[in-house]
């Protein structure tokens, strides 16, 4: 008997001290003009780009990746994916850096571009979207490339306190290996917050389109991009969320994963590059269209750039560019 | 508001810094309740089980006999320490408990708090796929963990024995806690007092 009210208070203590802050929207006017720069007609031409090189691509050694279910390995090319974002963000007047980490056959060749910020240039905004893929690979991942691209020239009409450093990640297929390279090697302890993209360009409006992931209640309809954080980006990942919705730039939903996101339910939340930043505490959001969970091209040939819906990419291309110029603080 | 939370109240920092001043409590006061305190027996206990532990891109499971030695500090309260082997792969585990334990004629039910070390999270690297992701997020994980122990269905035959069945663990490593997490199920322990 005398245990009860101990037990009582114990258990009160616990489910109280919930913290929930004010959303800080300031800066929200001022990034969605960035987004306004986005230009909806050249985003679907880097897609078919992207898939058009990769057709004539050698595929990369997949020794030590036997072929599966939805991991065709002995389709991944990357060589001329490179070769194009390189020129890509050459051709915006950017200087392209290509990192290789690692050796052999499997080394991983990461692509750099930097727009280096006026007022505090040590602090960097990082965005990630990986270029290997399967076959042509259009959602996965030459939407995401894609919308990189735009945003990258959209960003440079503008000025900004932070640094915008656009990375194309490789070798996401064969386990983030690139990302997670780039990372222990130390080349991101200058990140402050991180938008890393995987898969952006697939929607249906059907009922049913949309799964559920790993037992995590989805909306039944597929057609809108997700935004995912962690403790660490929670509130960026709020914000961002707000934002894209509020001012009609895509139809967003925000999740949180808890703690750094590496809990055992929360296993789905970690497939892509931005796993390692969570674990280094970095503040990242990850936005994808859901995946296997939607797109029934997933890792297969037919993941072609008809299959997209180039109105909810070039949306999804709106809200990340607001993102980066809110994370990077787009000056007057 | 678009967003929406997961929440593992059980698995959050704060939380279980908020569960340990309970168990203290819990303990301090079953200890306190006891009126008279005299000489306890050593008590000798085995027991087979199962053991899975899951950290994000792996997990692993398998049969987990533990053999310990326990004593009762009171009628309520004891502490155990023993080893676990955890076999598939045979990988030593060693850890100490905090029980209170109740007495309802035969039956003893216990509940307790479980400090071990292990290496039980970073043996399985020979999957290329994630593998260097998997291995760089393991590299901080501590080799100290915590769980939650109880037995509920824990039975006293005669005097010198008890049998319980089915014991629980749950519980996670110190550092990054939840990024790992652990459940054991014992199906049978067997204790003889000497």
């Known amino acids: 008997m005398r245990l009860f009210p101990l037990f009582s208070l114990c258990l009160l203590v616990m489910f109280t001290g919930c913290k929930k802050s004010e959303m800080d929207r300031s800066g929200f006017e001022r990034a969605v003009t960035v987004a306004g720069g986005v230009t909806t007609d050249s985003i679907m031409p880097w897609v078919e780009r992207l898939v058009a090189v990769r057709a004539g691509d050698s595929p990369v050694d997949n020794t030590g990746f036997s072929p599966g279910h939805l991991f065709p390995s002995d389709h991944l090319t990357r060589n001329a994916s490179v070769g194009l974002v390189a020129h890509a963000f050459e051709s915006m007047g950017y200087d392209a850096d290509t990192v290789v980490l690692g050796e052999g056959p499997q080394a991983a060749y990461n692509v750099v571009a930097e727009w280096r910020g006026t007022t505090r240039p040590d602090e960097v905004v990082l965005v990630g979207s990986h270029l290997d893929a399967f076959y042509g690979g259009a959602d996965d991942n030459g939407s995401a490339v894609a919308a990189m691209l735009e945003a990258a020239r959209a960003v440079r009409k503008h000025h900004f306190a932070r640094t915008i450093r656009f990375i194309s990640f490789d070798l996401e297929e064969f386990g983030s290996i690139g990302s997670t390279r780039y990372v222990q090697a130390g080349y991101a302890g200058d990140v402050k917050a991180a938008i890393v993209m995987d898969l952006v360009g697939y929607a249906s409006h059907e009922p049913g389109s949309q799964k559920d992931v790993m037992g995590i209640r989805m909306p039944d309809v597929g057609d809108f991009l997700l935004v995912l954080g962690n403790d660490d980006s929670e509130e960026i990942t709020r914000q961002i969320t707000a934002m894209g919705n509020s001012y009609g730039l895509s139809k967003l939903l925000g999740m949180t994963a808890p703690g750094d996101g590496g809990y055992f339910l929360s296993e789905a939340f970690m497939r892509s590059d931005h796993a390692l930043l969570w674990y280094n505490g970095i503040p990242a959001v990850f936005l994808t269209d859901g995946a296997n969970f939607r797109n029934p091209n997933y890792h297969l040939p037919s993941d072609l750039p008809a299959t997209l819906d180039p109105s909810f990419l070039a949306g999804n291309t709106r809200a990340l560019t607001a993102a980066i110029a809110l994370l990077a603080e787009v000056q007057p | ?194």
Request: aromatic letters at 12%; charged letters at 20%; a positive charge.
């Open chain 2, 1 to 194: 508001m678009s967003c929406f939370f997961i929440f593992i109240p059980a698995i959050q920092n704060l939380a279980m810094n908020k569960f340990f001043v309970f168990l203290s409590a819990l303990i301090f006061l079953a200890s306190t309740s006891d009126a008279q305190q005299e000489r306890k027996p050593i008590e000798i206990q085995a027991g087979f089980g199962m053991l899975i532990t899951q950290s994000v891109f792996s997990m692993q499971n398998g049969f987990a006999p533990e053999l310990a030695v326990a004593k009762e500090f009171s009628e309520s309260l004891a502490w155990q320490a023993g080893i676990r082997l955890g076999l598939n792969p045979v990988l030593p585990e060693a850890f100490g408990r905090l029980l209170v334990r109740q007495r309802v004629g035969a039956w003893q039910p216990a509940v307790g708090l479980e400090l071990g070390t292990t290496r039980r999270t970073r043996f399985d690297a020979g999957k290329a796929l994630l593998r260097e992701t998997r291995e760089a997020m393991q590299g901080t994980i501590s080799p100290f963990y915590v769980a939650v122990h109880a037995a509920p269905l824990s039975f006293g035959i005669r005097e010198k024995w008890r049998l319980s069945l089915l014991e629980i663990d749950f519980g996670t490593h110190f550092s990054h806690p939840g990024r790992t997490l652990r459940a054991q199920v014992m199906l049978v322990t067997l204790t003889r007092k000497f």
